[in-house]
């Protein structure tokens, strides 16, 4: 019986407590949805809080464009890299627009020049003898994006170089030159192309001025990727002449970079 009892007013007591907690509870949600009132309130304060300190900590210590100006070289892979002799260096200009102290659009154009020698016969031109040299000049035209690397955390070396992945859209314009071959016409052609690699940025003085490398891997559909043109001829014995031009293109850029 003392048992029961002594249950009883332990149940009540219980149940008292959660009455009291449950209305404590409700007596603050009443408060935060009053007029005027927001159960997200100080969240929202918070978050803005924040994002207006990130924003003028970049409005004073980032960078808003930049003009990269450099060279470097163009080299192919596949049976295009054993066809042509790079002929460096390759030339790079491009203009970089940060839209916080991550991310960067850019836009910008580069030029290389490579030499095919043809001392065979040739599929596409069985009666024109050796075709000699072919130079061929490459423009592309590209647009991207750029992602540093937040490097808060990693050793000065690190981050003093800034490191950033980047990832392209490219038109790859081509043309052939038969400089041994003065009737033949100039070949032209594009090939939409994408570039993805990665780079570091070196500063000079903070904010002003940076030297920048970078190494791309393009993967671009040449107008002339799968021609049959320059297969030698059963006819002749030279280790010259190739079946396609498929291969891909590795670059490597170093830039001045002058930054606003």
Request: glycine share 10%.
């Amino acid at each position: 019986m003392h048992k029961l009892l002594a249950l009883l007013i332990l149940i009540t007591l219980s149940l008292s407590a959660f009455a009291q907690s449950t209305d404590q509870v409700m007596q603050e949600m009443d408060d935060d949805t009053l007029s005027g009132g927001d159960i997200f309130s100080d969240f929202n304060e918070d978050l803005e809080s924040t994002q207006v300190l990130e924003d003028e900590r970049f409005y004073r210590y980032g960078r808003f464009f930049s003009v990269n100006l450099g060279g470097g070289i163009t080299t192919f892979t596949g049976n295009r890299g054993r066809a042509y002799d790079d002929n460096p260096p390759s030339f790079h200009l491009s203009v970089n627009y940060f839209l916080d102290f991550q991310k960067a659009i850019l836009l910008g154009v580069e030029y290389s020049k490579h030499t095919m020698v043809l001392d065979t016969v040739v599929n596409g031109y069985p009666t024109a003898g050796r075709l000699g040299a072919v130079v061929t000049d490459m423009t592309r035209l590209f647009t991207g994006f750029k992602y540093f690397i937040d490097t808060t955390d990693l050793g000065t070396a690190i981050t003093y170089s800034n490191p950033y992945f980047v990832g392209r859209l490219e038109y790859w314009y081509q043309s052939n030159k038969f400089i041994d071959k003065k009737n033949f016409d100039v070949q032209k052609g594009g090939g939409i192309g994408t570039g993805i690699g990665f780079g570091f940025e070196f500063p000079v003085e903070l904010k002003a001025s940076y030297i920048d490398v970078e190494f791309l891997y393009h993967v671009v559909n040449f107008f002339d990727k799968y021609t049959q043109d320059y297969r030698r001829t059963s006819d002749t014995a030279s280790t010259y002449g190739y079946n396609d031009l498929t291969g891909n293109v590795i670059t490597m850029m170093i830039t001045y970079n002058f930054t606003w």
